[in-house]
């Protein structure tokens, strides 16, 4: 199967910073790729869907000057948490899939943990 | 808004069979229905999926009803492994995935 790589797998860091966590498609070229958070306890939410080459679409509530998202090529995607609080501290997971494709596959998600 | 009904939690013993059901009573002509699984600390992995004829692969079989408005997901033997939280998503081809609260199994020794 398809497989979707995840870059840190967890960082730290100070609060005020900003972090960058990467996800890239291995074996296959993805179209779109999404993003999503996951709080302890909770299901996965939606944050943002990436097409390359265009701008991301955010979920209502998603600020997009704080989670910055560049989809530059068909294998990678960054997510930049831009000034990071302790309330950003989460469980991010990215997804990709090629259009006309039933599937969509999930990285292994990055746990940060914002101090 | 997840369109589908899940039970909150279930469990089964080990070797088992494991029947997770779902209700999606709304779903349109052109929506799927899904399976993804996710073992804590993991991203979702995906299961199965179909439209309206049941489907099998190597790891569950999905049995749709005839009117579509509910599934249920087999995991024919499961395993202290497949102890995961279960989710059932019902989408159109290329739409964006929304997950619902899905149903934690826990498989018992």
């Known amino acids: 199967g398809a497989v979707v790589s995840q870059h840190p797998s967890r960082v730290i860091c100070k609060s005020g910073t900003s972090v960058k966590i990467e996800c890239r498609s291995l074996?296959?070229?993805?179209?779109?790729m999404f993003w999503y958070r996951q709080f302890p306890k909770q299901s996965l939410m939606l944050m943002a869907t990436?097409?390359?080459?265009?701008?991301?679409?955010?979920e209502q509530g998603v600020e997009k000057d704080k989670f910055l998202i560049n989809h530059a090529s068909l294998t990678l995607s960054t997510l930049t948490v831009t000034s990071a609080h302790p309330e950003d501290s989460s469980f991010y997971i990215c997804s990709a899939r090629v259009a006309g494709r039933q599937t969509q596959y999930f990285g292994p998600g990055t746990r940060l943990l914002v101090l | 808004d997840a369109k589908t009904t899940q039970p909150t939690s279930m469990d089964c013993a080990e070797g088992r069979a494991a029947n997770l059901p779902c209700n999606h009573s709304t779903i349109s002509g052109n929506e799927y229905v899904y399976w993804y699984r996710q073992i804590h600390s993991q991203g979702p992995q995906y299961i199965i999926h179909g439209l309206k004829n049941n489907e099998t692969n190597e790891m569950a079989s999905l049995i749709i009803t005839e009117d579509r408005k509910s599934s249920t997901l087999i995991l024919p033997h499961a395993t202290l492994r497949d102890t995961a939280v279960y989710y059932c998503i019902v989408r159109v081809v290329d739409d964006k995935i929304i997950f619902g609260k899905g149903t934690r199994l826990h498989i018992l020794p």
């Open positions: 074996d296959f070229q993805a179209t779109t």
């Open positions: 990436s097409n390359e080459g265009s701008k991301a679409t955010y």
